[in-house]
């Protein structure tokens, strides 16, 4: 169950205000044990995934194409509702970056289950997980806080609210 309520939060799952496709991303520098803990949560956990067909790949995999000119990077798909993806991104060991479809988390029971999802990351690594707008990753919007072991909002509120 999540701590954020959507009538609270409603307005940042507004594709006109946050981009249709908002970035995610763990706080702080990561390493590549790290992301194995985040792909095991992916393989052991509740969620359908997707890697363009192929096998979950390793961190070890994922680091070693990030050293090849021309390598593929196939997001991580990772089904958190029936309608609604995150796709984990590995654009370098150091950072775990993710993206969602704003349209796919509409109403309290996919918050939920976002959330789950966001607070389920962080507590496998010991770190925040944070959604920004698109395009920034230096405006935490809502997610998981280490700290408070909780998922919360930070943005402020609109002034039309």
């Given at each position: 169950m999540s701590t954020l309520r959507w009538d609270d939060v409603a307005d940042l799952f507004d594709a006109q205000l946050v981009g249709s496709l908002p970035d995610g991303w763990v706080e702080g520098a990561t390493t590549v044990d790290?992301?194995?803990?985040?792909?095991?949560?992916?393989?052991?956990?509740p969620w359908r995934w997707q890697v363009d067909g192929n096998a979950l790949p390793t961190a070890a995999e994922l680091a070693a194409r990030l050293d090849e000119p021309g390598s593929e990077r196939p997001p991580v798909r990772v089904e958190v509702t029936p309608e609604g993806w995150v796709l984990l991104r590995c654009l370098s060991v150091d950072s775990i970056d993710f993206d969602l479809n704003v349209k796919a988390f509409q109403g309290q029971e996919r918050l939920d289950a976002l959330c789950d999802f966001l607070r389920s990351v962080g507590r496998a690594i010991g770190r925040s997980v944070w959604v920004g707008a698109e395009g920034s990753t230096a405006d935490r919007?809502?997610?998981y806080?280490?700290?408070?072991?909780?998922?919360?909002?930070?943005?402020?509120?609109?002034?039309?609210?």
């Open positions: 790290d992301w194995q803990r985040v792909l095991d949560l992916v393989l052991t956990g919007m809502y997610g806080d280490v700290t408070l072991d909780s998922t919360v909002r930070r943005a402020e509120r609109p002034p039309w609210r």
